[in-house]
């Protein structure tokens, strides 16, 4: 194998197995764009887990300080609600993001089998 300055490379030896078939599948923008790293999913599911992870702090805050004061209770309590409601939002956001990325996933495999 000669290089650019015409000296002979060192010849890496490349062994390759012979397959029967390639499928090829075609995709559009916005399918690439839902199957790529673009899609916020993954960060649905972390900032749900930020979320129950806060909001637990507080609820076991709560279950074992006595808090005297009514207005550190309920900044507490209101941190838990929001912590937890957030948490179960975005799990959910998370849940059906997941379900479209396989579901366009499938729609892409099924076009090849219709060929």
Same mark, same amino acid.
């Given at each position: 194998? /000669?290089?650019?300055? @015409?000296?002979?490379?060192?010849?890496?030896?490349?062994?390759?197995?012979?397959?029967?078939?390639?499928? !090829?599948?075609?995709? &559009?923008? /916005?399918?690439?764009?839902?199957?790529?790293?673009?899609?916020?999913?993954?960060?649905? !599911?972390?900032? /749900? #887990? !930020?979320?129950?992870?806060?909001? $637990?702090?507080?609820?076991?805050?709560?279950? $074992?300080?006595?808090?005297?004061?009514?207005?550190?209770? &309920? #900044?507490?309590?209101?941190?838990? #609600?929001?912590?937890?409601? /957030?948490?179960?939002? =975005?799990?959910?956001?998370?849940? =059906?993001? @997941?379900?479209?990325?396989?579901? &366009?996933?499938?729609?892409?495999?099924?076009? #090849?089998?219709? &060929?």
């Amino acid at each position: 194998m /000669a290089s650019r300055d @015409g000296k002979r490379g060192s010849g890496v030896r490349v062994r390759r197995g012979k397959v029967k078939s390639i499928d !090829l599948y075609e995709v &559009t923008d /916005a399918e690439l764009e839902q199957l790529g790293g673009a899609s916020p999913s993954s960060v649905y !599911l972390n900032f /749900a #887990i !930020l979320f129950a992870s806060v909001a $637990t702090s507080f609820l076991i805050a709560l279950l $074992t300080v006595h808090i005297g004061s009514s207005r550190v209770f &309920t #900044i507490f309590v209101v941190i838990l #609600i929001v912590g937890y409601a /957030a948490s179960v939002i =975005l799990f959910v956001l998370w849940l =059906l993001n @997941g379900r479209s990325v396989a579901e &366009t996933a499938k729609k892409i495999k099924v076009r #090849i089998q219709s &060929t």
